[in-house]
């Protein structure tokens, strides 16, 4: 079970090539078992569509960073359907192409450290960003 952040994206912030978190439209990802994880993927265009259950249509709001933690209000689909949801990823819309889209961060398990797997059934889909997604520094 993982909870990681892209190498790439990371390099991007240890190299200050990169905006403000606070200002980034940062979106979710809901994917199937049929997409693994590659310290080499960069950019959403890595992720093979028939692995996508859904893509937010709007960004993370409220997005803070506290001791370098950042954090989001929880992100909710509606009228949510189809395969079973067991990963995630945070990417960053960039240039207006979601293909084009940064990785940003990657999970595949529930905050309670159980393996992510929970069928959508037409209703609100709500991912919990619970208590931070990741250190943005040092």
Do not use: C
């Not at 980034?24 to 590659?38: E, F, I, K, W």
């Not at 940003?104 to 709500?126: A, K, L, R, V």
């Amino acid at each position: 079970m993982t909870k990681v952040l892209y190498p790439k994206y990371g390099e991007l912030m240890q190299n200050s090539a990169h905006t403000s978190h606070l200002t980034a439209d940062l979106r979710v990802g809901l994917l199937t078992n049929a997409y693994t994880y590659s310290a080499a993927h960069t950019k959403l265009s890595d992720v093979a569509g028939g692995a996508r259950v859904g893509l937010a249509s709007s960004a993370l709001t409220s997005v803070t960073t506290t001791d370098g933690l950042l954090n989001a209000a929880d992100y909710a689909f509606s009228s949510l359907s189809g395969s079973t949801v067991q990963r995630v990823v945070i990417y960053e819309l960039d240039t207006g192409d979601v293909e084009d889209s940064l990785l940003i961060y990657y999970m595949d398990e529930d905050s309670s450290g159980s393996p992510m797997s929970t069928t959508p059934s037409g209703g609100t889909f709500t991912v919990s960003i619970g208590s931070g997604l990741f250190k943005v520094g040092g």
